[in-house]
């Protein structure tokens, strides 16, 4: 016996990517500011004395506050969907 299943998928578009791609920029650049204001301040103050140790240090900070805020922003999309579609992550079974 044969089973048939109707299950419409639907494609990802330009538009949905787009608009993915718009809304995860926009989180990210959001909850980054926050973080890289305390995360600059004081530690100038803090490296203000180690010299040339400065700059890759300011670096890889702000680097790791923008990498962070991005990854919370995708959680969040990943959580609320983009225009009403959710995303799902499952695993098929063939049978």
């Known amino acids: 016996m044969e089973k048939i299943l109707s299950v419409s998928k639907s494609e990802a578009t330009l538009g949905f990517a787009a608009k993915f791609f718009l809304k995860l920029f926009g989180l990210t650049l959001l909850f980054s500011i926050v973080p890289l204001i305390f995360v600059n301040l004081p530690l100038n ?51």
């Not at 004395?49 to 805020?69: D, E, H, K, R």
């Not at 991005?70 to 049978?95: C, D, P, Q, R, S």
Request: net charge neutral; charged share 10%; aromatic share 18%.
């Open 45 to 95: 103050m803090f490296l203000m004395n180690f010299g040339s140790l400065y700059i890759p240090l300011i670096f890889i900070t702000n680097f790791l506050a923008v990498l962070l805020s991005g990854a919370l922003a995708a959680k969040l999309i990943f959580a609320w969907g983009v225009n009403g579609y959710a995303f799902n992550i499952t695993k098929e079974i063939a049978e």
